[in-house]
């Protein structure tokens, strides 16, 4: 396991206001309160370690096939259904969309091969990420990739939570299946367009792996 480099500051700005809490508290409360003391000590390093384990990037078995479309995030299928696309394709598509909380791995992965056509920032709300309105409404980043099968749009959508969303495409770039395209800090959802007739491979409710479970197939 590594630490993505979008959360070397934050974690180093937490780890400095765990050694000065732990410090004051240490200094002021161990010989008269202990146990409120160890109660700080405890808190504060839990949500040091979940900071940390937030920004971790497993070692995991990717999947690589160009009949296939990889899911881009961790997390859980909370949507399948068709749709209009008003942004990009102006037609109807099948959209897919994965759930991710606070507590799943938050690197975003690129679902196939083929050349980015499409890459815009959208500002927005920030509603919880599973409300139906998210997806047109909330701060959001899409970018579409077209190969030799198809094209599709995958959006990067911010929750309730998330106030940064990081995208390192650009139009014109080539994109490699499984490779990292961006990350979404502390709470997220990611929003899946493809074409109507497309093989779905996943279920409602389903957990998912970025990079390893197959979302759909050509």
């Not at 919880?128 to 980043?141: D, G, I, L, Y």
């Not at 579409?144 to 969303?165: C, H, M, P, S």
């Not at 961006?182 to 997220?188: A, N, T």
Request: net charge positive; charged share 20%; with cysteine.
């Amino acid at each position: 396991m590594t630490i993505h480099r979008e959360g070397y500051q934050t974690i180093a700005i937490t780890a400095l206001l765990f050694g000065f809490i732990n410090l004051i508290s240490f200094s002021f409360l161990s010989a008269a309160i202990p146990w409120l003391a160890m109660l700080i000590f405890i808190a504060t390093l839990g949500l040091l370690l979940f900071i940390i384990s937030f920004f971790r990037i497993p070692n995991r078995v990717l999947t690589i096939d160009e009949r296939k479309i990889i899911c881009p995030a961790d997390g859980k299928v909370v949507v399948i259904e068709e749709i209009t696309d008003v942004e990009y394709f102006k037609d109807r598509r099948i959209q897919v969309s994965i759930f991710m909380s606070p507590a799943n791995v938050h690197v975003n992965r690129h679902p196939m091969d083929g050349e980015v056509t499409y890459n815009q920032y959208h500002k927005g709300k920030y509603l919880v990420a599973w409300h139906p309105k998210s997806s047109t409404e909330n701060e959001r980043w899409s970018v579409a990739v077209k190969n030799k099968y198809g094209e599709i749009l995958y959006k990067q959508i911010a929750g309730a939570l998330a106030k940064r969303i990081c995208n390192y495409t650009e139009v014109g770039q080539a994109a490699k299946q499984t490779e990292e395209y961006g990350f979404i800090k502390f709470g997220s959802r990611v929003d899946i367009l493809l074409p109507v007739g497309t093989q779905i491979n996943v279920t409602l409710n389903q957990v998912v792996k970025g990079g390893v479970t197959v979302l759909a197939s050509w």
